[in-house]
């Protein structure tokens, strides 16, 4: 079945980085727009960014931009998140998401990753 597997996670000091990585199987992954949600204790998800499936457009969430980019390359079915200048407040659980472009109802959802800021 559809795959798509999460990593980079870890605790960081406030001010460093991380890169998250997700790793697609099983899709074509061409055709998906690829976003990362983060979620936190008693926090809804929230969506943090997204990458489109032609074209590679982006767009983030206000609170992480400047700090966070997001990639894809299409020939390794891999989805990157580039978080720089962590803060406290970026401590969250973070998902990996595959939407189709077209058929938007068929989406797929990573198992998470744990992201903690602290000092």
């Known amino acids: 079945q559809v795959q798509l597997v999460e990593s980079g996670g870890g605790l960081v000091q406030p001010g460093g980085s991380l890169r998250l990585s997700c790793a697609a199987s099983r899709i074509t992954f061409s055709n998906y727009a690829m976003s990362w949600y983060r979620q936190a204790p008693g926090r809804e998800r929230e969506l943090v960014a997204t990458?489109?499936?032609?074209?590679?457009?982006?767009t983030y969430a206000d609170s992480v931009k400047g700090r966070f980019t997001i990639s894809r390359d299409n020939a390794k079915n891999m989805v990157n998140l580039q978080m720089n200048n962590l803060k406290p407040e970026d401590t969250a659980a973070y998902y990996c998401?595959?939407?189709?472009?077209?058929?938007?109802?068929?989406?797929?959802w990573g198992q998470g990753t744990q992201v903690t800021v602290s000092s």
């Open positions: 998401n595959a939407q189709h472009s077209v058929m938007t109802r068929i989406e797929y």
């Open positions: 990458i489109t499936s032609i074209g590679g457009r982006t």
